[in-house]
């Protein structure tokens, strides 16, 4: 079974930076495509970003593009999502999730098997 375990959320102000980091428990063919979702209070679960993890592929969300970078470790089976200018909108929870090779590229929630618990982010005006 698919472990997914998400790191390095907190409460920031407006304009700071954080960085989730998301550890998988094995990288093969069912974790091939790895990304961010988030969720705001009260709004429908959000693509954030996605990467493969040799980093031929990755994929951003309009709302994010030249603010996040998302990255990868492979020594460490690790994903990592960088926030920079962080902006009050942008609080949600964050959740790492990961698909199967046949599903790579793609920014549907249902086309990712496997899901981490979530890692609260808070960005204060």
């Known amino acids: 079974q698919v472990q997914l375990v998400e790191s390095g959320g907190g409460l920031v102000q407006a304009g700071g930076s954080l960085r989730l980091s998301c550890a998988a428990s094995?990288?093969?063919?069912?974790?091939?495509?790895m990304a961010w979702f988030r969720q705001a209070p009260g709004k429908e679960l959000e693509f954030v970003a996605a990467?493969?993890?040799?980093?031929?592929?990755?994929d951003y969300a309009d709302s994010v593009k030249g603010r996040f970078t998302i990255s990868t470790d492979n020594a460490k089976n690790t994903v990592s999502l960088r926030m920079n200018n962080l902006k009050p909108e942008d609080t949600a929870v964050y959740s790492c999730?990961?698909?199967?090779?046949?599903?790579?590229?793609?920014?549907?929630?249902?086309?990712?098997?496997?899901w981490g618990q979530g890692t609260q982010v808070t960005v204060s005006s």
């Open positions: 999730a990961a698909s199967h090779w046949r599903r790579a590229g793609s920014s549907v929630r249902d086309d990712y098997a496997f």
């Open positions: 094995e990288r093969t063919a069912s974790t091939y495509y």
């Open positions: 990467i493969t993890w040799s980093g031929s592929i990755t």
